[in-house]
């Protein structure tokens, strides 16, 4: 069955669910994952009145009017640095010698900064008057006790890490990431670090989607490659489907002699959601439910595969995760190159957006093309029928 993208999208997203499962994790390994419960501050934060300066903790009312000409002299009867309590307690005519980061001193109620004093160790001449609290971080004043600091479904980025880490918190419950295997076919396709022989070509979808997947943070459990040997892929998709949530293939979905995923699909007894999708690149992708797995077929050609990943998988994974940042994107923006070909079905077409002005590179963006991706960060959108895209044309763009 022939279908629409926006249809194979919603075929497939009929098919997901929003994981449940949690673990507990090290926050080390916490970053984009999805948080799975509330977090309540167990301290203030900072726990104590601390100086946001090196120089004086003293009372404000000992030096009013205190200015160079006119200075007053206190007497220094202690010195803290960060991470050290001073017992002393400051007294009318006397102030604390006091570091960045260390507690303020009972009795206390400014830091005069060390540039507005004459450094003095014994006494201390204060050449400025500031008011009470002025200089002054208060206990809780990034955040209080009991407050809750982060919600539920958080996405866990490296600001949050320090946040929970500021906390004092190591292990954090966080849903489970997608379980994603990867599997290559082809007669043709060699893994690098073999060697090349004559007709083949190394397997660049395996690192191309692998990656990108890793990248995104879904969990890749096995990627792998078979020749075109229904009987060996039919062996790996039962081998693995149980573990994983979604197994991705690539190649042999056309109607080639060797296109064997159709073959293998039926062998498998999976139910078929679509074959054909109305876009280029991509057209002949294949999509299966085998049991609980959800089976995508890929076109083998480089950019297709890599642009179907984007337009199919990635939906799919925001569904499961509650990952906002996983969905597609689209914006308008001015082309600032024209696309010459008519489109016969909406085709996507790798470019580079920035500021409202969409650019198509240099250089040959036919599908088995991949070296100009490079750089690229999305997908401009022709629509189907259109003839061709100008220079100065408003177009929308699937930003990656
Ligand atoms: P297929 O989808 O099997 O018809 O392959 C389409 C094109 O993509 C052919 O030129 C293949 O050689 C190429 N191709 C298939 N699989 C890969 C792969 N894993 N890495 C790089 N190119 C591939
Ligand atoms: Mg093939």
Redesign the pocket.
């Known amino acids: 069955m022939m279908v629409e993208l926006r249809r194979a999208q919603e075929m497939l997203l009929e098919r997901t669910n929003r994981m449940i499962e949690t673990e507990f994790i090290s926050l080390w390994d916490a970053v984009n994952r999805v948080l799975a419960e509330d977090i309540y501050a167990g301290h203030d934060q900072p726990p104590f009145p601390r100086s946001p300066l090196d120089g004086y903790a003293l009372q404000s009312s000992d030096i009013k009017g205190a200015s160079k000409e006119h200075p007053v002299t206190l007497t220094v009867i202690d010195e803290v640095d960060a991470g050290y309590v001073s017992r002393a307690c400051v007294e009318e005519g006397t102030a604390v010698r006091i570091m960045t980061g260390a507690p303020i001193p009972d009795g206390a109620d400014c830091i005069v900064g060390q540039e507005d004093t004459d450094y003095g160790e014994e006494t201390v001449e204060i050449y400025e008057e500031i008011q009470a609290y002025e200089n002054y971080c208060y206990a809780g004043e990034d955040y209080k006790a009991g407050t809750k600091i982060l919600e539920k479904d958080t996405l866990l980025g490296h600001v949050e890490a320090g946040i929970l880490a500021s906390l004092g918190v190591e292990e954090v419950r966080v849903y489970r990431r997608p379980r994603v295997s990867v599997l290559?076919?082809?007669d043709?396709?060699i893994l690098p670090g073999e060697p090349l022989g004559p007709g083949k070509?190394?397997?660049?979808?395996?690192y191309t989607l692998a990656t990108r997947l890793t990248f995104l943070g879904i969990d890749v459990i096995q990627r792998d490659?078979v020749d075109?040997d229904s009987g060996a892929a039919v062996k790996w998709i039962k081998a693995n489907a149980e573990e994983s949530d979604i197994i991705i293939t690539?190649?042999?979905?056309?109607v080639?002699r060797?296109?064997i995923m159709h073959e293998v699909t039926e062998r498998l007894g999976c139910e078929q959601i679509f074959w054909k999708i109305l876009i280029k690149p991509g057209m002949?992708t294949l999509c299966a439910q085998y049991r609980e797995t959800l089976l995508i077929c890929l076109?083998?050609?480089?950019f297709?595969?890599a642009v179907n990943l984007e337009l199919l998988v990635r939906p799919v994974l925001a569904k499961q995760t509650g990952r906002k940042d996983l969905e597609l994107k689209r914006v308008s923006a001015v082309a600032e190159n024209g696309f010459p070909k008519r489109s016969g079905v909406t085709r996507y077409v790798r470019a580079y957006y920035e500021d409202g002005r969409v650019r198509i590179p240099e250089g040959s963006n036919a599908s088995?093309i991949?070296s100009s991706m490079r750089g690229c960060n999305c997908l401009m959108e022709i629509p189907a029928g259109t003839v061709s895209v100008g220079k100065g044309d408003r177009v929308w763009v699937v930003l990656l």
């Not at 076109?299 to 480089?302: A, I, L």
């Open positions: 290559t076919t082809g043709e396709t070509i190394y397997d660049s979808n395996l490659h075109d690539t190649g042999g979905v056309s080639g060797k296109d002949p076109s083998g050609n480089p297709g595969a088995g991949l």
